[in-house]
Each structure stands twice: as structure tokens, then as C-alpha cells.
């Protein structure tokens, strides 16, 4: 392979909305060159790809930061970084007006004031959202993109990031990238676990395919620590089209019922992991199929609900239009999704400082990749892009490096002799999709998938943890004809290493604190003894997972 050098002052990894928005402010308040690798293309690539049709998380008048902050340690039983959901709350509204004067279209009323859905959310016309973004990206100063660049391994040294290396998925080139500081915004991690869909539609799920977690793999493999893996997402969501819920269930005030009738959501309890379980209980119990509750709804508001989904989900639209029938003529059939690990629903992630600075010095991420803050949504990845810009800024704007050239030099080596080995590998065993399927069938049937109903116990972790190291093992040895097949072998290799950090999560929070998103037969209760972080770190070669205390103080500094 061909290998190319570049020096930047700052790398994003990662193009969407956290890594766009840190881009932004670095060029707005500074003169430090970025460099955004970005592994598809930044107009189209992340969450936001397809576009959304709603701020989710907005500070309404009347309502203040600290109301947001209550509402998700509630939503999360408690295990939150309140010092992360408060600084992000408290930028909420700062960056959506920012957004609009982008160009976003935020509905509202005859009186000029936004357009509410629920006690947290605007509507918006988002289905340019990301394109707005990224267009103001490629405007800004002494900004680069690295379009088509997959990231894989971080460069470190004693504790302190120097760089990055990866490859192009087009041409046979290795990129070698030296900055002072790294931002890791690569979003969460899809794929573990087998999907609602199977064959051909099996990548109609609700996060992205292309989130694999390789923003979570370079940091285990180097050394980061890591928190609530085990606090997985799942989410609940339109039967076959996996499109979200949350529209029909604020938008029109959509109840849950079974098939008699029943509203079962008063039961269960209206939490996010609450109103999977619930689902999965009264199918578990013969009440099924589940449903929300459509036909009580004003005909008027079929027209509202067909034209908010096609701003990010046009697949249930034209389900809807294909039967004949509109929302109010037919309740919409609900299902839970495989189990996702994601920061920004849930608290999956990097443990950070309270700037999203990691345990690597110099390291930082944002968005969906850092842990600690759930429920942060779009508005909570552009905060925390733009959180962690201002301190980089401030911490490594001035400040030279003092690296050893020779070891970097190893390391890159190794890294890209990596690459060419798979590139070279002559009649593996098995191909590279092979052992994809042959890991979310092991998830999926021993650690909580979804033909489980999301329970697991602990021999049966125990069993998907030998598995995966299996695989793992395995997948050292697959073969890539060209460089987009290379991107596959290391999406694979990036999904196993994060399933062995979810599973020693998942062995090490014994309780279940959050029905469905951690369901542990063994231990079915809550265990005050668990009201705490796991957290983990890779320690030569083992996953060695601890708990620590709750964050008290507003501001959170890493001391050991």
C-alpha cells in the first residue's frame, strides 16, 4: 500500500453531527488547522443522513436545563453524569438557533414562537439537516475533509494520543495522520446482534448499519476507559419498517395497547426501557400483537403523521399508503429492535471528564460515542461537538508535542501491516460475512437478543463470551479482495471487540436496573450495591471491568 503523512492540528474521526459541529467551532474561535476523516461522505453520512423530524431535546419556555437533567436521570434509574446532561441541557437552544440561521426549517406557530411536540421537542423540517451541516463545514476556514477514509487504530504513548492511522476505501493507500489532538465522534455501534429483518432487509434497522463501533474498538484497544456498556438501547419501534414511534406516541398522543385492547403502557410504566419490556411481556403473556393506539385520531392528523414521516422514515408512509388505509383506520402495529450500543440514548461510551475529554490525554469524544449522557439526541451531540472544541482550544492550542518518532514509527507499521495482510490472506476459512452472522446469532441466543426476549443469564454469557473470543480469533485470518472489502474485515473486527466489552458489562452489573435493556435472570432485582458506574479497561488483554462512584460535583476531572 501506498502511504500518505498529514499533520493537522486537530483530527475529527467521524463526520456527523458531533464531529461537523466540533469542527465548526474550532474554525469560529480559533486558527488551529481540523482534519475530518470521515469514512463515507460528511453531506450524507451518520444519523442525520436521512434526515429527522424533530428537535428531541429542546428547553421549552417555562422550563429550564436542570428539568432536562431530572427527566433522564429518571429515564436511566439514576445512573447518569449529571455534570455531562447539564452542560450539554444548558447549550441545547444556543445550538439549534445557531442551526437555523444555517438554514434549518424549525416549524412554527401564528405567533412566531416554535411549534411544540411533547414537554422536550420542536418540530423541524430536518430532512436537510445534515446536508446544511456539512455545507457549512466545507465553508469554514482552515477546515479539511477526508472524505471515503476509514480511521482504525489510534496512535498512542504514554497515555497520550498523537494521531490516527486508516486507509482509503477506494484507492490502496494507508493514511498516517499526526495532530496534537484527536476528537472521536464516530457514533455507536449496530450490527452486534441479529436484526428484526432478515436476508436481504436485514439492514433496515433502526441505527445506522454503517455505526459499527470503531470509535469504541481504537479506544479499547488503546487503553481508554469505558463506561455503561451494559445499559444497552433498544428501541421500540413500527413493525417491518422499524420506523420510530415516538412521532405517533407524542405527535398524537398514541397509547400502547395489546390486541384486546388493553392499554398496557399504564401497567408497565412509560420509561424508554419500560415501554419495550412492556412489549415484550404481553407477547411473552399471549396478549399480542402490541400496538399504538391510531384509530381514536382525528383525520386531520393523518395528514400530520404521513408528512412527518417522510422526513425521516418514508418506508412507514408508503406502508400506510400501500394498505389503503390511514393511521386512523388502523392501529400501527410496535416491536423492539436488536439491542444497540449508543451514547446518545442510553450512557454507553468513553468515560470522560466533564469536556468530553477522555482518559487519554488529549483524546476526547462526542456525540453518540461519549458515555455518561443519555438522551442527548441531535442537540446533544452538536453541544457536546462544540463543549469539547472550545476546550481543546483552550487545553492544546498552543501546546507543542513531545513524542518519540521511532515508537510512533512501530506503530504505524504494525497498523498497516495489518492491513495488508488481510489484503494478502489466500483461502481463509471462512468469509468475512460468514463470521458476521455467525457473531449476531451467538448475541443474539446468549446475550440478550432479541429471540431470547432479551434476557440472558450468566453461564449463557459465559458461553457468548468463548464464542466471541472465537470469532475474534477468527477473524484475524479473513481475506479482502480490494480496500471496500478491507472496510469490511475491520467493521467485523471493530463489532467483535465491542461484544466482548458488553458482554464482561453485562456479567458485571448484577442486577436488572433497566428491564429489556439489561435483563439478567440471575440477578432479577435491583441491587443498591450496583447504584454506580461499570466501567472498563483493556489491561493486557483481558477486559477488567469496576464500578465506580457517582459523579457529584459540577465539574469532573480524571485522577486515576
Wanted: proline share 3%.
Amino acid at each position: 500500500m501506498d502511504r500518505k503523512q498529514i499533520t493537522t492540528d486537530v483530527l475529527i474521526v467521524g463526520g456527523g453531527t458531533a464531529g461537523c459541529y466540533a469542527a465548526l467551532t474550532v474554525s469560529r474561535n480559533s486558527n488551529m488547522s481540523v482534519l475530518i476523516a470521515e469514512k463515507a461522505n460528511i453531506k450524507r453520512s451518520g444519523c442525520l443522513a436521512a434526515g429527522v423530524n424533530a428537535i428531541n431535546a429542546y428547553i421549552l419556555p417555562g422550563r429550564k436545563p436542570q428539568d432536562y437533567v431530572d427527566y433522564a436521570t429518571k429515564d436511566a434509574n439514576g445512573i447518569v453524569r449529571s455534570d455531562l446532561l447539564l452542560t450539554a441541557a444548558e447549550r441545547f437552544n444556543e445550538v439549534t438557533a445557531d442551526m437555523e440561521q444555517l438554514g434549518l426549517v424549525i416549524l412554527k406557530d401564528e405567533n412566531g414562537n416554535y411549534v411544540a411536540r411533547g414537554n422536550r421537542n420542536i418540530k423541524i423540517n430536518g430532512e436537510n439537516f445534515k446536508p446544511i451541516l456539512a455545507q457549512a463545514v466545507q465553508h469554514a476556514e482552515n477546515v479539511e475533509v477526508l472524505n471515503h477514509v476509514n480511521i482504525t487504530d489510534l496512535l498512542v504513548q504514554d497515555g497520550q494520543v498523537y494521531g490516527a492511522v486508516g486507509f482509503s476505501i477506494k484507492e490502496p493507500v494507508a493514511y498516517v495522520i499526526h495532530a496534537k489532538t484527536v476528537l472521536i465522534a464516530t457514533g455507536g455501534a449496530a450490527g452486534l446482534y441479529r436484526p428484526n429483518n432478515p436476508g436481504f432487509s436485514r439492514h433496515k434497522m433502526w441505527y445506522p448499519p454503517f455505526n459499527t463501533g470503531a470509535g469504541y474498538a481504537m479506544g479499547i484497544r488503546a487503553g481508554a476507559e469505558m463506561t455503561s456498556f451494559e445499559m444497552r438501547f433498544i428501541a421500540l419501534r413500527c413493525k417491518d419498517t422499524i420506523a420510530p414511534t415516538g412521532t405517533i406516541a407524542q405527535g398524537v398522543k398514541a397509547k400502547q395497547i395489546n390486541s384486546r385492547g388493553d392499554v398496557y403502557e399504564d401497567q408497565y410504566g412509560i420509561t424508554t426501557s419500560e415501554r419495550v419490556y412492556g412489549t415484550v411481556r404481553e407477547n411473552q403473556l399471549g396478549h399480542g400483537p402490541c400496538y399504538l393506539k391510531t384509530t381514536e385520531i382525528r383525520p386531520e392528523q393523518d395528514d400530520d403523521l404521513l408528512k412527518a414521516y417522510l422526513n425521516m422514515a418514508p418506508s412507514q408512509t408508503l406502508k400506510w399508503i400501500e394498505s389503503g388505509k390511514n393511521p386512523s383506520q388502523q392501529d400501527v402495529e410496535i416491536e423492539g429492535t436488536e439491542p444497540y450500543i449508543v451514547g446518545g440514548h442510553t450512557a454507553s461510551g468513553y468515560w470522560v471528564n466533564t469536556h468530553r475529554e477522555t482518559t487519554i490525554r488529549g483524546l476526547y469524544a462526542a456525540g453518540d460515542v461519549a458515555g455518561g449522557c443519555p438522551q442527548k439526541y441531535v442537540t446533544g451531540a452538536l453541544a457536546e461537538g462544540k463543549i469539547a472544541a472550545l476546550d481543546i482550544i483552550q487545553k492544546y492550542g498552543n501546546q507543542n508535542q513531545n513524542q518519540n518518532p521511532e515508537a510512533l514509527t512501530l506503530q504505524e507499521d504494525a497498523v498497516i501491516a495489518g492491513y495488508e495482510a488481510i489484503l494478502a490472506e489466500q483461502n481463509p476459512l471462512f468469509s468475512i460475512e460468514d463470521l458476521e452472522e455467525a457473531m449476531q446469532k451467538v448475541m443474539d441466543a446468549y446475550a440478550g437478543g432479541i429471540g431470547t426476549n432479551y434476557q440472558f443469564n450468566e453461564r449463557q454469557l459465559r458461553m457468548a463470551e468463548e464464542k466471541i473470543e472465537r470469532l475474534t480469533a477468527l477473524a484475524e485470518h479473513v481475506q479482502a479482495d480490494d480496500m471496500h472489502e478491507l472496510l469490511f474485515a475491520y467493521e467485523l473486527k471493530e463489532r467483535l471487540v465491542v461484544c466482548r466489552s458488553l458482554i464482561a458489562h453485562l456479567m458485571g452489573r448484577k442486577e436488572t436496573r433497566w428491564h429489556a435493556f439489561n435483563e439478567n435472570l440471575d440477578h432479577p432485582g435491583i441491587d443498591e450495591a450496583y447504584f454506580a458506574y461499570v466501567n472498563s479497561r483493556l489491561e493486557d488483554g483481558k477486559i477488567k471491568v469496576f464500578l465506580r462512584d457517582l459523579v457529584k460535583e459540577e465539574r469532573y476531572e480524571h485522577t486515576n
